[in-house]
């Protein structure tokens, strides 16, 4: 089917926009398709214009998968699909580059990893190769690859039903952490003490109808160790086979039995040994999955046997994790991620900035046991700060709050940046102390 029968015959509900903007490149440029962007991912439109690229933008453009109005004057092409049907994604796909001819194929956001290196691999492109999509999608997946391998994993077991708690338990034992094998952002992450706790959490995870972008549970999850030891991320990116670690960044966790994330700091504060064994850690990590170009984001714990991996996606890290690397190295991740999969040099496709500070960060609002937002006060003050770069807030006056259970429950942020580790923590107390909610 060419792009014009999709066009006026759409078989998969199929429609394509082509967006204003004055400064449309001409047709010869090269093209990047981006799939779903949000969040971090986002922030790839603005990079693909930087590097003199036109943007074709794929999104369902309905419930929660639509880009936001004041992000598509940075798309010259927008096409609205199911993306979460792979034969709609491959047939638009097709037609779109028997017209214009795509240079490359990126996710933005976590959850199109394995569709954008899919459709990289259908239209002939750069992209992660599909097993290395899958298992950095499927936490299962990559613990049976990195424990191949020899690389340090925690004890695991996988569920499917409910019948193999009991198996699991006995193979990993309390306490343990209760996931979903494919899940994001912390959402029906939780530790479980006993076996009560654990057959309570995964009714939850299994039953639960708040799916994220319309990808229901199936159900499996993953009983794993619970490590015990300060949580860290590792960001940086691949190319032409060597594994280059640009930040370690500490990472500030609520309170258990959950996991969610209510700051990051570029960079963590560690030792020489430290900081060693995580990089050279995480690099074995990168390669045995075979992330092949563009940025990674790995989590993990410094235990007292050395780190131990929890996860690692072959994205940008969200979290604004992206942008502090920028204001503390100079490092642009969402260039390299564009330039990496149109073909060009991710290390000279975009200048290195000076770093702004020392140290970068950003602190999440929450308000334990309000249930609804009634009133905001102090960010006026706040934003005047000069250290702050940026105060946003997600929820208003009048908006419920959900649960301190996941990311879900932040009401906004403030990034900020400072000289000293010192400074860096006077800044976050000044934060939570100035913003008031009730």
Same mark, same amino acid.
Not at 182 to 209: F, M, N, P
């Given at each position: 089917? +060419?792009?014009?029968?999709?066009?006026?015959?759409?078989?998969?509900?199929?429609?394509?926009? @082509?967006?204003?903007?004055?400064?449309? &490149?001409?047709?010869?440029?090269?093209?990047?398709?981006?799939?779903? @962007?949000?969040?971090?991912?986002?922030?790839?439109?603005?990079?693909?214009?930087?590097?003199?690229?036109? +943007?074709?933008?794929?999104?369902?453009?309905?419930?929660?998968?639509?880009?936001?109005?004041?992000?598509?004057?940075?798309?010259?092409?927008?096409?609205?699909?199911?993306?979460?049907?792979?034969?709609?994604?491959?047939? #638009?796909?097709?037609?779109?580059?028997? $017209?214009?001819?795509? =240079?490359?194929?990126?996710?933005? =956001?976590?959850?199109?990893?394995?569709?954008?290196?899919?459709?990289?691999?259908?239209?002939?492109?750069?992209?992660?190769?599909?097993?290395?999509?899958?298992?950095?999608?499927?936490? +299962?997946?990559?613990?049976?690859?990195?424990?191949?391998?020899?690389?340090?994993?925690?004890?695991?077991?996988?569920?499917?039903?409910?019948?193999?708690?009991?198996?699991?338990?006995?193979?990993?034992?309390?306490?343990?952490?209760?996931?979903?094998?494919?899940? =994001?952002?912390?959402?029906?992450?939780?530790?479980?003490?006993?076996?009560?706790?654990?057959?309570?959490?995964?009714?939850?995870?299994?039953?639960?109808?708040?799916?994220?972008?319309?990808?229901?549970?199936?159900?499996?999850?993953?009983?794993?160790?619970?490590?015990?030891? @300060?949580?860290? /991320?590792?960001?940086?990116?691949?190319?032409?086979?060597?594994?280059?670690?640009?930040?370690?960044?500490?990472?500030?966790?609520?309170?258990? &039995?959950?996991?969610?994330?209510?700051?990051?700091?570029?960079?963590?504060?560690?030792? &020489?040994?430290?900081?060693?064994?995580?990089?050279?850690?995480?690099?074995?990590?990168?390669?045995?999955?075979?992330?092949?170009?563009?940025?990674?984001?790995?989590?993990?714990?410094?235990?007292?046997?050395?780190?131990?991996?929890?996860?690692?996606?072959? $994205?940008?890290?969200?979290?604004?994790?992206?942008?502090?690397?920028?204001?503390?190295?100079?490092?642009?991740?969402?260039?390299?991620?564009?330039? =990496?999969?149109?073909?060009?040099?991710?290390? /000279?496709?975009?200048?290195?900035?000076?770093?702004?500070?020392?140290?970068?960060?950003?602190?999440?609002?929450?308000?334990?046991?309000? #249930?609804?937002? /009634?009133?905001?006060?102090?960010?006026?003050?706040?934003?005047?700060?000069?250290?702050?770069?940026?105060?946003?807030?997600?929820?208003?006056?009048?908006?419920?709050?959900?649960?301190?259970?996941?990311?879900?429950?932040?009401?906004?942020?403030?990034?900020? #940046?400072?000289?000293?580790?010192?400074?860096?923590?006077?800044?976050?107390?000044?934060?939570?102390?100035?913003?008031?909610?009730?």
């Amino acid at each position: 089917m +060419t792009f014009e029968q999709l066009v006026t015959e759409p078989r998969h509900g199929h429609k394509e926009t @082509p967006m204003p903007h004055p400064n449309t &490149p001409p047709a010869t440029r090269k093209r990047l398709l981006v799939i779903e @962007p949000m969040s971090s991912g986002l922030t790839l439109l603005g990079a693909a214009r930087d590097l003199g690229l036109e +943007t074709v933008v794929f999104s369902h453009d309905a419930a929660d998968r639509v880009v936001p109005e004041g992000a598509r004057g940075e798309i010259d092409l927008f096409v609205a699909v199911d993306t979460n049907d792979p034969a709609a994604l491959a047939e #638009t796909a097709a037609a779109v580059h028997a $017209r214009t001819p795509l =240079s490359g194929v990126v996710s933005g =956001s976590e959850f199109y990893v394995d569709a954008a290196a899919r459709l990289a691999h259908l239209l002939g492109l750069a992209g992660q190769p599909i097993e290395t999509a899958e298992a950095v999608r499927d936490k +299962t997946l990559m613990r049976a690859m990195l424990a191949k391998a020899g690389i340090r994993i925690p004890r695991y077991a996988e569920v499917l039903t409910a019948a193999d708690l009991d198996d699991a338990a006995e193979t990993v034992g309390f306490p343990c952490v209760l996931k979903p094998a494919a899940g =994001s952002g912390s959402i029906q992450v939780s530790r479980v003490e006993d076996s009560g706790q654990l057959e309570s959490a995964y009714r939850t995870l299994a039953g639960h109808a708040d799916f994220v972008f319309d990808q229901p549970e199936d159900g499996r999850a993953l009983v794993e160790q619970y490590l015990v030891g @300060p949580e860290y /991320s590792v960001e940086g990116y691949v190319h032409q086979g060597r594994v280059t670690i640009v930040s370690i960044t500490r990472k500030l966790l609520g309170p258990e &039995p959950y996991f969610v994330e209510l700051g990051h700091v570029v960079r963590a504060d560690l030792g &020489p040994d430290a900081r060693s064994a995580i990089e050279e850690y995480t690099s074995a990590a990168v390669t045995c999955l075979g992330i092949a170009l563009g940025p990674f984001h790995a989590e993990l714990r410094l235990t007292n046997e050395g780190p131990v991996l929890i996860e690692v996606g072959a $994205r940008l890290a969200g979290d604004r994790i992206a942008e502090l690397i920028t204001l503390a190295t100079g490092i642009s991740l969402r260039h390299v991620m564009v330039a =990496s999969h149109v073909g060009l040099d991710p290390e /000279s496709a975009w200048p290195r900035a000076l770093p702004v500070a020392e140290y970068a960060a950003v602190h999440f609002f929450t308000a334990p046991g309000l #249930t609804t937002l /009634s009133r905001i006060e102090g960010l006026n003050a706040l934003e005047r700060h000069p250290s702050v770069t940026e105060v946003r807030m997600y929820l208003g006056p009048g908006d419920a709050i959900p649960a301190a259970r996941d990311l879900r429950c932040r009401l906004g942020h403030v990034i900020y #940046t400072a000289d000293s580790a010192e400074q860096e923590a006077e800044l976050r107390a000044l934060a939570a102390a100035t913003v008031r909610f009730s």
